[in-house]
């Protein structure tokens, strides 16, 4: 059974750093593409970025909002994805989702549980 | 930047078809997936690359893409059915290429 279990959520102030993990079971993770995807309360879903494979140059994309001020990386001896968000702001707020690419397509297969991300002073 | 527009809600009765529309500039020549989102749950994919669903999503959702409009038909809608659906798609057509979601249907079971 395909699992993603986020970790890494809390109360930070603006402007201060967090890490979040993403940890994948029953699947071969270094085979999938993985995003990262937020829900800001009572909103809509905004994608914050991707990372590819190793067999696609584990490259990374990133939307406009959060381009250098959020890094993805993948640890595939350790099946975890990683969002690194610094610079934080208030509007960084939301639930942050892990999901795994289908293969061969863009669609979002599966999805984590979320973790809450707060950011207020 | 790539937008991609839905009708905030959609009321239906049980056992009729629920059709959620989301427009796009040429949203034909992409492929268009589907979230169906309950609440306090996370999205759940229910159709990808137009009309392809994943394995235990009922074949009561079925969709289309063409010209500016996708469509996420639900047939013979339940209660189960009532939560927020939205729209993605891949947008690679600009300089900054990335993930677009739709604003998010609302569905009501009357």
């Known amino acids: 059974e395909v699992q993603l279990v986020e970790s890494g959520g809390g109360l930070v102030q603006p402007g201060r750093s967090l890490r979040l993990s993403c940890t994948a079971s029953g699947f071969t993770f270094g085979d999938y593409a993985m995003s990262w995807v937020r829900q800001a309360p009572g909103k809509g879903l905004e994608w914050v970025g991707f990372i590819r494979s190793k067999a696609y140059g584990g490259t990374t994309e990133y939307a406009a909002s959060v381009k250098g001020r959020f890094t993805i990386s993948r640890d595939d001896s350790k099946s975890i994805a990683y969002l690194q968000m610094n610079s934080l702001k208030t509007e960084d707020t939301a639930v942050y989702y892990c999901t795994r690419h289908r293969s061969g397509s863009y669609g979002l297969d599966y999805w984590g549980q979320g973790t809450l991300v707060t950011v207020s002073s | 930047s790539y937008v991609l527009t839905q009708p905030p809600s959609v009321s239906v009765a049980p056992g009729q078809t629920a059709r959620i529309t989301c427009g796009g500039n040429?949203?034909?020549?992409?492929?268009v997936h589907w979230y169906q989102q309950k609440p306090g749950q996370a999205p759940v994919l229910v159709v990808y690359?137009?009309?392809d669903r994943p394995s235990g999503i009922p074949e009561r959702f079925s969709g289309s893409n063409s010209g500016n409009t996708a469509t996420l038909t639900i047939s013979r809608v339940e209660a189960g059915d009532e939560a927020d659906y939205y729209c993605?798609?891949?947008?690679?057509?600009?300089?900054?290429?990335?993930?677009?979601f739709g604003t998010g249907t609302k569905v009501t079971v009357l």
């Open positions: 690359d137009d009309s």
């Open positions: 993605q798609v891949w947008d690679s057509s600009s300089d900054h290429p990335n993930y677009v």
């Open positions: 040429n949203i034909g020549s992409k492929s």
